[in-house]
């Protein structure tokens, strides 16, 4: 709405300091990311030219307000009048991007490593889990995402890495569009986010 978009737009002036662009320094500036385990990789979103403009790739220095818009979209909720088709299309957008924070080296798939190194990042908060349990704990994803994918896999067969088409088949029947939305699109929460 063009009052979320108010909101938004004085948001994007706090973090940019009143400037016509944000640089990821800038997201250094938001108490709520400093102690989230994949920082990093949410800021490293921002800067993701394929989640800002299709056929895009590679990394941006900088993004406007209307890229920091089309980031922001991905975390709108989902609208009550959304017909069938139009639900499915903000899923797979949602997914995308999320896929996209896996895909570090942008290849179109997200390989063991990758998936090993978002595992560590998520449970790097725990000082009880060593990290060759949470390499485990991914090394079983993994495995299960395979047997998902591709089904039953011969003795000599390597699952390269999860597609996005696979990775839209692991995440049927999980309710995305409720879970990955940002919630202080209100002054009193943006109040809250410096």
């Known amino acids: 709405t063009s009052e979320q978009i108010e909101h938004l737009h004085r948001r994007f002036k706090q973090l940019s300091r009143d400037q016509l662009t944000i640089r990821k320094e800038n997201f250094d500036s938001i108490p709520d990311l400093e102690f989230n385990p994949i920082r990093g990789k949410i800021v490293h979103a921002f800067f993701d030219r394929r989640n800002l ?12 307000f209307e890229d ?17 088709e139009q639900l499915d299309r903000f899923r797979k957008e949602k997914l995308k991007f999320l896929f996209h924070m896996y ?4 290849d179109g798939k997200i390989t063991l490593q990758e998936y090993r190194n978002v ?5 790097s908060g725990n000082p009880h889990l060593e990290k060759e349990s949470a390499r485990s704990i991914a090394d079983g994803a993994m495995m299960e995402a395979a047997s998902i994918c591709v089904g039953q896999m011969g003795p000599d067969q390597v699952y390269e890495g999860i597609t996005f088409e696979d990775f839209l088949k692991m995440w049927q029947g999980i309710d995305i569009e409720t879970k990955m939305h940002v919630r202080f699109l209100n002054m009193e929460t943006i109040a809250h986010c410096y």
């Open 53 to 64: 403009r299709p056929e895009s790739d590679g990394l941006a220095d900088e993004i406007n």
């Open 68 to 84: 920091f818009l089309t980031i922001m979209s991905y975390f709108r909720p989902i609208e009550m009048n959304m017909d069938e």
């Open 103 to 106: 895909d570090s080296d942008h």
């Open 119 to 123: 595992v560590e990042e998520l449970l």
